[in-house]
């Protein structure tokens, strides 16, 4: 089950606030007490939390037992929430196809039943949320959009791939 939403606020005639959420809920049907590992939630990236790599945060495998490469495994719950100020970007005329705005993320990926193969998995613990803030742009080009943020991670750890730059043609934030 999962539920997102949008709301946008004028805030005065240049400036726009936009909440954002994305939650997320799934367990096993039947004789299963798993979801299938495809249906798994990710987090991290644009439309997530921004500043950290795509697909990062949350549970991870570690069939190995080693820390040196694990991979993104997801996990069965997702919780996400964004507030973004829209702005027109200054000294440009025509700001029609053009936006930049100021955002704080906050989000992460839990799972409720952990195996031992797996590090960085938490129930769900609203204490294990991470956030980042920064600033993006989105210009509605003739190929669509190309969305780029300049992210900063504020409580990243050990396990969370960060990354400061994002970049992505195709999806608007």
Not at 63 to 79: E, I, L, S
Not at 119 to 126: M, R, V, Y
């Amino acid at each position: 089950m999962s539920y997102a939403a949008q709301y946008f606020r004028p805030i005065t005639k240049n400036l726009t606030l936009r909440l954002r959420t994305d939650l997320g809920y799934g367990e096993g049907l039947g004789d299963t007490d798993r979801l299938p590992f495809f249906k798994n939630y990710f987090g991290g990236g644009f439309n997530s939390v921004r500043g950290f790599k795509r697909n990062s945060l949350g549970p991870q495998d570690n069939p190995f037992g080693g820390f040196d490469d694990p991979d993104p495994f997801g996990g069965n719950v997702k919780v996400v929430a964004s507030a973004e100020v829209i702005f027109p970007v200054p000294f440009l005329k025509d700001n029609r196809s053009v936006q930049a705005a100021f955002f704080f993320d906050a989000g992460n990926v839990f799972d409720t039943e952990c195996s031992s193969t797996q590090i960085n998995c938490i129930s769900p613990d609203l204490g294990e949320l991470r956030y980042s803030f920064g600033i993006g742009g989105t210009w509605l080009s003739g190929f669509g959009p190309i969305t780029v943020s300049l992210a900063s991670p504020l409580n990243d750890d050990e396990f969370d791939d960060t990354e400061v730059f994002q970049f992505s043609l195709g999806q608007g934030f």
